[in-house]
Protein backbone atom coordinates (compact mmCIF):
# COMPACT_ATOMS: atom_id res chain seq x y z
CA UNK A 1 0.00 0.00 0.00
CA UNK A 2 2.73 2.48 0.92
CA UNK A 3 4.79 1.38 -2.44
CA UNK A 4 1.51 2.86 -4.52
CA UNK A 5 1.29 5.39 -2.80
CA UNK A 6 4.79 6.23 -3.21
CA UNK A 7 4.47 5.95 -7.24
CA UNK A 8 1.48 7.94 -7.29
CA UNK A 9 3.36 10.81 -5.30
CA UNK A 10 6.45 10.02 -7.72
CA UNK A 11 3.54 10.39 -11.13
CA UNK A 12 2.08 13.96 -9.49
CA UNK A 13 5.65 15.36 -8.77
CA UNK A 14 6.94 14.42 -12.39
CA UNK A 15 3.56 15.66 -13.70
CA UNK A 16 4.17 18.78 -12.10
CA UNK A 17 7.60 19.46 -13.16
CA UNK A 18 6.48 18.61 -16.99
CA UNK A 19 3.87 21.25 -16.63
CA UNK A 20 6.27 23.89 -15.19
CA UNK A 21 8.80 23.07 -17.86
CA UNK A 22 6.05 23.31 -20.96
CA UNK A 23 5.27 27.22 -18.88
CA UNK A 24 8.42 27.75 -19.70
CA UNK A 25 8.83 27.08 -22.90
CA UNK A 26 5.13 28.98 -23.92
CA UNK A 27 6.83 31.89 -21.57
CA UNK A 28 9.71 32.04 -23.82
CA UNK A 29 7.65 31.14 -27.00
CA UNK A 30 5.53 34.32 -26.33
CA UNK A 31 8.72 36.25 -25.71
CA UNK A 32 10.18 35.55 -28.60
CA UNK A 33 6.97 36.42 -31.04
CA UNK A 34 6.86 39.89 -29.39
CA UNK A 35 9.96 40.37 -31.14
CA UNK A 36 8.60 39.20 -34.45
CA UNK A 37 11.16 36.05 -34.05
CA UNK A 38 8.59 33.35 -34.81
CA UNK A 39 10.84 30.44 -36.01
CA UNK A 40 12.13 29.94 -32.85
CA UNK A 41 9.14 30.73 -31.29
CA UNK A 42 7.61 27.65 -33.05
CA UNK A 43 11.17 25.75 -31.90
CA UNK A 44 10.01 26.45 -28.35
CA UNK A 45 6.58 24.94 -28.86
CA UNK A 46 7.79 21.69 -30.67
CA UNK A 47 10.39 21.19 -27.36
CA UNK A 48 6.74 21.92 -25.32
CA UNK A 49 4.70 19.26 -27.67
CA UNK A 50 7.72 16.51 -26.79
CA UNK A 51 6.52 16.73 -23.66
CA UNK A 52 2.93 16.38 -23.99
CA UNK A 53 1.29 16.14 -27.38
CA UNK A 54 -2.21 16.71 -26.01
CA UNK A 55 -1.95 19.81 -24.42
CA UNK A 56 -4.36 22.02 -25.45
CA UNK A 57 -2.62 25.42 -24.03
CA UNK A 58 0.29 24.38 -26.77
CA UNK A 59 -2.14 24.32 -29.48
CA UNK A 60 -3.60 27.88 -28.39
CA UNK A 61 -0.07 29.09 -28.48
CA UNK A 62 0.83 27.41 -31.54
CA UNK A 63 -2.37 29.09 -33.28
CA UNK A 64 -1.43 32.66 -32.01
CA UNK A 65 1.83 32.35 -32.84
CA UNK A 66 1.50 31.14 -36.63
CA UNK A 67 -1.39 33.37 -37.04
CA UNK A 68 0.78 36.55 -35.93
CA UNK A 69 3.40 35.55 -37.86
CA UNK A 70 0.66 35.32 -41.37
CA UNK A 71 0.20 38.87 -40.64
CA UNK A 72 3.61 39.66 -40.19
CA UNK A 73 4.67 38.62 -43.75
CA UNK A 74 1.00 39.78 -45.09
CA UNK A 75 2.31 43.53 -43.60
CA UNK A 76 5.78 42.99 -45.23
CA UNK A 77 4.28 42.12 -48.39
CA UNK A 78 2.56 45.13 -48.32
CA UNK A 79 5.22 47.45 -47.54
CA UNK A 80 7.66 46.06 -50.36
CA UNK A 81 4.31 46.58 -52.44
CA UNK A 82 3.78 50.17 -51.46
CA UNK A 83 7.71 50.67 -51.78
CA UNK A 84 7.87 49.36 -55.24
CA UNK A 85 4.85 51.58 -55.93
CA UNK A 86 6.59 54.90 -54.94
CA UNK A 87 9.52 53.73 -56.60
CA UNK A 88 7.34 53.71 -60.24
CA UNK A 89 5.88 56.95 -59.59
CA UNK A 90 9.13 58.72 -58.39
CA UNK A 91 10.85 57.40 -61.73
CA UNK A 92 7.36 58.78 -63.94
CA UNK A 93 7.78 61.57 -62.25
CA UNK A 94 11.33 62.28 -63.18
CA UNK A 95 10.54 61.03 -66.44
CA UNK A 96 7.49 63.45 -66.71
CA UNK A 97 10.18 66.13 -65.61
CA UNK A 98 12.78 65.39 -67.68
CA UNK A 99 10.30 65.58 -71.14
CA UNK A 100 9.00 68.68 -70.19
CA UNK A 101 12.39 70.10 -70.20
CA UNK A 102 12.94 68.17 -73.81
CA UNK A 103 9.45 70.15 -74.54
CA UNK A 104 10.37 73.34 -73.25
CA UNK A 105 13.74 73.06 -75.43
CA UNK A 106 12.25 72.28 -78.51
CA UNK A 107 9.62 74.72 -78.50
CA UNK A 108 12.62 77.52 -77.83
CA UNK A 109 14.25 76.36 -80.83
CA UNK A 110 11.40 75.71 -83.02
CA UNK A 111 10.37 79.14 -81.91
CA UNK A 112 13.94 80.30 -82.94
CA UNK A 113 13.55 78.43 -86.36
CA UNK A 114 10.29 80.14 -86.80
CA UNK A 115 11.64 83.92 -86.37
CA UNK A 116 14.31 82.97 -88.31
CA UNK A 117 12.50 81.59 -91.65
CA UNK A 118 9.84 84.71 -91.30
CA UNK A 119 12.64 86.82 -91.39
CA UNK A 120 14.07 85.44 -94.49
CA UNK A 121 11.37 85.53 -96.46
CA UNK A 122 10.49 89.09 -95.34
CA UNK A 123 14.41 89.91 -96.83
CA UNK A 124 13.50 87.91 -99.94
CA UNK A 125 9.86 89.28 -100.39
CA UNK A 126 10.94 92.57 -100.06
CA UNK A 127 15.22 92.68 -101.37
CA UNK A 128 15.31 96.56 -102.51
CA UNK A 129 14.00 97.14 -98.41
CA UNK A 130 16.90 95.13 -97.07
CA UNK A 131 19.58 96.85 -99.50
CA UNK A 132 18.17 100.14 -97.72
CA UNK A 133 18.51 98.82 -94.34
CA UNK A 134 22.04 97.46 -94.75
CA UNK A 135 23.61 100.92 -94.06
CA UNK A 136 21.43 101.91 -91.28
CA UNK A 137 22.05 98.84 -89.55
CA UNK A 138 25.53 99.45 -89.68
CA UNK A 139 25.21 102.69 -87.98
CA UNK A 140 22.50 101.56 -85.90
CA UNK A 141 23.80 98.48 -84.63
CA UNK A 142 24.04 99.36 -81.01
CA UNK A 143 20.45 100.70 -80.93
CA UNK A 144 19.21 97.66 -82.01
CA UNK A 145 17.31 95.32 -79.11
CA UNK A 146 16.81 91.28 -79.70
CA UNK A 147 12.74 90.07 -79.95
CA UNK A 148 13.06 88.80 -76.49
CA UNK A 149 14.16 91.68 -74.80
CA UNK A 150 11.45 93.44 -74.12
CA UNK A 151 12.96 96.79 -72.29
CA UNK A 152 15.14 99.76 -73.24
CA UNK A 153 17.60 102.37 -71.87
CA UNK A 154 18.90 105.54 -72.97
CA UNK A 155 22.69 106.34 -71.91
CA UNK A 156 23.64 109.86 -71.53
CA UNK A 157 25.80 109.70 -75.26
CA UNK A 158 22.54 109.04 -76.44
CA UNK A 159 22.85 105.25 -77.23
CA UNK A 160 20.37 102.72 -76.42
CA UNK A 161 21.15 99.96 -74.05
CA UNK A 162 19.93 96.39 -74.00
CA UNK A 163 17.78 95.26 -70.72
CA UNK A 164 16.80 92.12 -70.04
CA UNK A 165 13.11 92.00 -68.53
CA UNK A 166 12.75 90.70 -65.21
CA UNK A 167 9.13 90.35 -64.45
CA UNK A 168 9.40 94.07 -62.92
CA UNK A 169 12.42 93.86 -60.98
CA UNK A 170 14.56 96.02 -63.42
CA UNK A 171 14.55 99.69 -62.26
CA UNK A 172 16.83 100.82 -59.19
CA UNK A 173 18.87 103.85 -59.12
CA UNK A 174 21.72 101.68 -58.63
CA UNK A 175 20.63 98.68 -61.94
CA UNK A 176 20.29 101.99 -64.43
CA UNK A 177 23.80 103.12 -64.20
CA UNK A 178 25.07 100.18 -64.98
CA UNK A 179 26.41 99.32 -68.68
CA UNK A 180 24.10 97.06 -69.33
CA UNK A 181 25.51 93.49 -71.47
CA UNK A 182 23.21 91.14 -73.31
CA UNK A 183 25.50 88.40 -71.86
CA UNK A 184 24.59 89.52 -67.88
CA UNK A 185 21.03 89.23 -66.38
CA UNK A 186 19.67 91.66 -63.62
CA UNK A 187 19.61 88.79 -60.50
CA UNK A 188 19.29 90.75 -57.47
CA UNK A 189 17.85 94.29 -56.83
CA UNK A 190 19.39 97.07 -54.85
CA UNK A 191 16.88 96.53 -51.54
CA UNK A 192 17.85 92.81 -51.72
CA UNK A 193 21.67 93.49 -51.63
CA UNK A 194 21.51 95.69 -48.77
CA UNK A 195 19.34 93.83 -46.85
CA UNK A 196 21.47 90.66 -47.66
CA UNK A 197 24.53 93.05 -46.20
CA UNK A 198 22.69 94.73 -43.51
CA UNK A 199 22.27 90.73 -41.80
CA UNK A 200 25.77 89.99 -43.21
CA UNK A 201 27.98 92.18 -42.08
CA UNK A 202 26.22 92.42 -38.57
CA UNK A 203 26.72 89.07 -38.17
CA UNK A 204 29.97 88.11 -39.12
CA UNK A 205 31.14 90.59 -36.55
CA UNK A 206 28.73 89.24 -34.02
CA UNK A 207 30.28 85.91 -35.19
CA UNK A 208 34.47 86.56 -34.83
CA UNK A 209 33.59 88.61 -31.54
CA UNK A 210 31.69 85.72 -29.44
CA UNK A 211 34.37 83.24 -30.61
CA UNK A 212 36.98 85.19 -29.10
CA UNK A 213 35.02 86.12 -26.16
CA UNK A 214 33.78 82.18 -25.15
CA UNK A 215 37.32 81.12 -26.89
CA UNK A 216 39.82 83.19 -25.27
CA UNK A 217 37.65 85.16 -22.24
CA UNK A 218 35.52 82.68 -21.05
CA UNK A 219 37.92 80.57 -19.37
CA UNK A 220 39.82 83.63 -18.00
CA UNK A 221 37.89 86.63 -17.55
CA UNK A 222 40.44 88.94 -16.16
CA UNK A 223 43.02 89.12 -19.54
CA UNK A 224 43.09 92.80 -21.17
CA UNK A 225 40.76 93.96 -23.86
CA UNK A 226 37.72 92.28 -22.96
CA UNK A 227 35.21 95.02 -22.63
CA UNK A 228 36.37 95.79 -26.06
CA UNK A 229 35.10 92.61 -27.82
CA UNK A 230 31.97 93.01 -25.61
CA UNK A 231 31.26 96.18 -26.55
CA UNK A 232 31.69 95.44 -30.72
CA UNK A 233 29.41 92.31 -29.75
CA UNK A 234 27.23 94.42 -28.48
CA UNK A 235 27.33 97.06 -30.84
CA UNK A 236 26.86 94.44 -33.98
CA UNK A 237 24.23 92.76 -32.18
CA UNK A 238 22.02 96.03 -32.15
CA UNK A 239 23.17 96.58 -35.58
CA UNK A 240 21.67 93.11 -36.42
CA UNK A 241 18.48 93.73 -35.30
CA UNK A 242 17.88 96.94 -36.50
CA UNK A 243 19.70 97.53 -39.49
CA UNK A 244 17.27 95.00 -41.66
CA UNK A 245 14.67 96.57 -40.32
CA UNK A 246 15.93 100.01 -41.83
CA UNK A 247 16.60 98.71 -45.03
CA UNK A 248 12.77 97.13 -45.44
CA UNK A 249 11.40 100.33 -44.01
CA UNK A 250 13.45 102.35 -46.13
CA UNK A 251 13.38 100.20 -49.52
CA UNK A 252 9.35 99.54 -48.50
CA UNK A 253 8.49 100.29 -51.91
CA UNK A 254 10.20 96.08 -52.72
CA UNK A 255 8.43 94.32 -50.06
CA UNK A 256 6.85 92.36 -52.23
CA UNK A 257 10.03 90.97 -53.47
CA UNK A 258 11.21 90.01 -50.06
CA UNK A 259 7.98 88.07 -49.67
CA UNK A 260 8.77 86.77 -52.87
CA UNK A 261 12.10 85.29 -51.81
CA UNK A 262 10.70 84.77 -48.53
CA UNK A 263 7.98 82.10 -50.40
CA UNK A 264 11.00 81.15 -52.81
CA UNK A 265 12.85 79.82 -49.04
CA UNK A 266 9.88 77.93 -47.49
CA UNK A 267 8.11 76.68 -50.28
CA UNK A 268 10.38 72.63 -50.93
CA UNK A 269 9.96 70.67 -54.09
CA UNK A 270 10.86 67.02 -54.82
CA UNK A 271 13.74 68.33 -56.84
CA UNK A 272 14.91 70.32 -53.48
CA UNK A 273 15.37 67.09 -51.91
CA UNK A 274 17.06 65.38 -54.65
CA UNK A 275 19.06 68.16 -55.23
CA UNK A 276 20.52 68.54 -51.45
CA UNK A 277 20.84 64.54 -51.72
CA UNK A 278 22.88 64.70 -54.70
CA UNK A 279 24.91 67.87 -53.81
CA UNK A 280 27.87 65.48 -52.50
CA UNK A 281 27.68 62.98 -55.08
CA UNK A 282 27.81 65.71 -58.09
CA UNK A 283 30.60 67.13 -56.51
CA UNK A 284 32.65 64.43 -57.18
CA UNK A 285 31.04 62.69 -60.13
CA UNK A 286 30.24 65.37 -63.15
CA UNK A 287 28.03 63.09 -64.48
CA UNK A 288 25.34 63.47 -62.03
CA UNK A 289 23.22 66.03 -63.30
CA UNK A 290 21.46 68.24 -60.87
CA UNK A 291 17.79 68.82 -60.81
CA UNK A 292 16.69 72.49 -62.08
CA UNK A 293 16.24 75.09 -59.17
CA UNK A 294 14.36 78.36 -59.03
CA UNK A 295 15.63 81.45 -58.18
CA UNK A 296 17.54 79.92 -54.64
CA UNK A 297 19.00 76.41 -54.46
CA UNK A 298 17.89 73.72 -51.49
CA UNK A 299 21.11 74.60 -49.78
CA UNK A 300 20.89 78.54 -49.89
CA UNK A 301 17.11 77.44 -48.99
CA UNK A 302 18.64 75.72 -45.74
CA UNK A 303 20.81 78.81 -45.31
CA UNK A 304 17.84 81.45 -45.81
CA UNK A 305 15.76 79.51 -43.21
CA UNK A 306 18.32 79.16 -40.36
CA UNK A 307 18.96 83.15 -41.03
CA UNK A 308 15.26 83.75 -40.67
CA UNK A 309 14.93 81.66 -37.24
CA UNK A 310 18.32 82.72 -36.19
CA UNK A 311 18.03 86.41 -36.34
CA UNK A 312 15.01 86.06 -34.10
CA UNK A 313 16.63 83.82 -31.80
CA UNK A 314 20.09 86.26 -31.64
CA UNK A 315 17.60 89.14 -31.22
CA UNK A 316 15.40 87.89 -28.35
CA UNK A 317 18.10 85.69 -26.38
CA UNK A 318 20.30 88.72 -26.64
CA UNK A 319 17.83 91.21 -25.15
CA UNK A 320 17.06 88.58 -22.30
CA UNK A 321 20.88 88.49 -21.66
CA UNK A 322 20.50 91.97 -20.04
CA UNK A 323 17.75 90.48 -17.66
CA UNK A 324 19.70 88.51 -14.67
CA UNK A 325 17.19 86.11 -13.91
CA UNK A 326 17.46 84.67 -17.65
CA UNK A 327 20.97 85.48 -18.29
CA UNK A 328 22.15 82.01 -18.34
CA UNK A 329 18.88 79.50 -20.10
CA UNK A 330 19.51 82.67 -23.04
CA UNK A 331 23.22 82.30 -22.92
CA UNK A 332 22.78 78.39 -23.60
CA UNK A 333 20.16 79.24 -26.38
CA UNK A 334 22.08 81.68 -28.16
CA UNK A 335 25.09 79.79 -28.70
CA UNK A 336 23.76 76.35 -29.27
CA UNK A 337 21.95 78.30 -32.14
CA UNK A 338 25.23 80.03 -32.97
CA UNK A 339 26.87 76.36 -33.37
CA UNK A 340 23.64 75.06 -35.08
CA UNK A 341 24.08 78.47 -37.89
CA UNK A 342 27.95 78.33 -38.46
CA UNK A 343 27.94 75.49 -40.90
CA UNK A 344 25.43 76.92 -43.25
CA UNK A 345 27.13 80.19 -42.50
CA UNK A 346 30.77 79.04 -43.37
CA UNK A 347 29.36 76.51 -46.52
CA UNK A 348 27.48 79.41 -48.08
CA UNK A 349 31.07 82.06 -47.59
CA UNK A 350 33.00 79.02 -49.07
CA UNK A 351 30.48 78.72 -52.35
CA UNK A 352 30.38 82.42 -52.70
CA UNK A 353 34.51 83.17 -52.43
CA UNK A 354 35.96 80.01 -53.48
CA UNK A 355 34.86 77.57 -55.16
CA UNK A 356 35.11 78.31 -58.89
CA UNK A 357 31.90 76.83 -60.08
CA UNK A 358 30.08 79.06 -58.45
CA UNK A 359 31.83 82.19 -56.57
CA UNK A 360 31.31 84.22 -60.26
CA UNK A 361 27.59 84.34 -58.83
CA UNK A 362 29.04 86.68 -56.04
CA UNK A 363 28.77 89.57 -58.35
CA UNK A 364 24.75 89.74 -58.00
CA UNK A 365 25.31 90.97 -54.54
CA UNK A 366 27.49 93.58 -55.40
CA UNK A 367 26.11 94.77 -58.61
CA UNK A 368 22.91 92.97 -59.02
CA UNK A 369 24.21 91.19 -62.51
CA UNK A 370 25.25 88.07 -63.32
CA UNK A 371 26.43 86.19 -66.17
CA UNK A 372 23.35 84.79 -68.31
CA UNK A 373 24.74 81.42 -68.99
CA UNK A 374 25.97 80.91 -65.20
CA UNK A 375 22.42 81.70 -64.44
CA UNK A 376 20.70 79.76 -66.74
CA UNK A 377 23.32 76.66 -65.56
CA UNK A 378 22.96 77.38 -61.91
CA UNK A 379 19.31 78.62 -61.63
CA UNK A 380 17.39 77.28 -64.85
CA UNK A 381 14.45 76.80 -63.95
CA UNK A 382 14.49 80.77 -62.69
CA UNK A 383 15.83 82.07 -65.69
CA UNK A 384 13.57 80.49 -68.07
CA UNK A 385 10.49 81.29 -65.79
CA UNK A 386 12.15 85.45 -65.53
CA UNK A 387 13.37 85.64 -68.85
CA UNK A 388 11.99 83.04 -71.40
CA UNK A 389 8.67 82.27 -70.92
CA UNK A 390 8.00 86.48 -69.39
CA UNK A 391 9.71 87.49 -72.62
CA UNK A 392 7.25 85.18 -74.75
CA UNK A 393 4.29 86.08 -72.95
CA UNK A 394 5.15 90.04 -73.37
CA UNK A 395 5.98 89.58 -76.92
CA UNK A 396 2.77 87.90 -77.56
CA UNK A 397 0.54 90.44 -75.43
CA UNK A 398 2.32 93.09 -77.57
CA UNK A 399 1.44 91.57 -80.84
CA UNK A 400 -2.33 91.16 -79.79
CA UNK A 401 -2.12 94.93 -78.77
CA UNK A 402 -0.87 95.79 -82.08
Known amino acids: MEAKQQLNLNNDVRKAAIIAKIGRYLARARDLAAMKDYHRALDEISRAYVLDVTNKEIERVEKDIRARQEESLRKQKQEVTEHAQALRRLSNEELRIEAQRIQRELEEERRKEEERRSKEEAMKSFPELSQAQEPLQEKHKEKQCPSNLSLLLVRKDGTIAQVPRTSGMVGSSTDKKRNFDDTDILRFRE ?176 TGFVNRDWAKHHYARWYYEEFVHSASRNNSEGSSKK
Open 191 to 366: SERLLHWAIAIPFMVCWITGLILMLVYNPDPMRPYRIIFAAIHRVSGVSLIFLPILVMFRKRGDFRVHLYNIKCAWLWSLDDLKWLFLMGIAAINKKIVLPQQGKFNAAEKVNFILVMIGWIVFAVTGVMMVIKQTAWISWIVHVTVAFIVTPTMLGHIYMATVNPETRRGISGML
